[in-house]
């Protein structure tokens, strides 16, 4: 078992994790699904590994194909919940020292598609309720 860091959002949750994101559920024994607050793309969602791991090249050869496959599987409950063109995939590991993946998707006619997508190009965040609302239909797709 890896030690959990104390300044670690996905280790800690709380008020750190409130920040960014909002707990959905686990994907399995290794990772966690996590809803990411800015939703100028409908649907987008993180997933980490819960033990704290800071790279990918930590991760034993049984580990990595547990994390991508989550990361899979949560690929397409976004893509039947959310119908998007395309999902892309990022991993920023230069601030938060938490192996994470973030699954952007990407719709047609949108102001980035057919190009990266940004971190928080224009800030969308919704209410309670709406999260809430998002998160059910990610479930129910899983």
């Known amino acids: 078992m890896r030690t959990p860091d104390q300044n670690c959002a996905y280790c800690v949750h709380g008020e750190p994790l409130a920040v960014f994101g909002i707990y959905v559920c ?3 024994d290794f990772s966690s699904l996590y809803l990411f607050k800015e939703q100028s ?11 704290h791991i800071e790279d990918l090249t930590e991760l034993t ?11 899979a599987r949560a690929s397409r409950a976004i893509k039947a919940a959310f119908h998007p063109a395309k999902v892309n995939y990022g991993a920023f590991n230069d601030k938060g020292h ?6 952007v998707p990407k719709y047609e006619n949108e ?13 969308v965040t919704l209410t309670d309720a709406e999260y809430d609302a998002m998160i059910e239909k ?4 899983l």
């Open 26 to 28: 686990d994907l399995s």
């Open 98 to 103: 938490h192996l994470h993946f973030h699954l």
């Open 61 to 71: 050869d049984e580990e990595r194909n547990a994390f991508f496959a989550d990361v």
């Open 138 to 141: 990610i479930k129910a797709a």
């Open 111 to 123: 102001f980035e598609f057919g190009g990266v997508f940004a971190m928080n190009p224009g800030r």
């Open 41 to 51: 793309h409908p649907g987008r969602v993180i997933v980490a590994p819960k033990q």
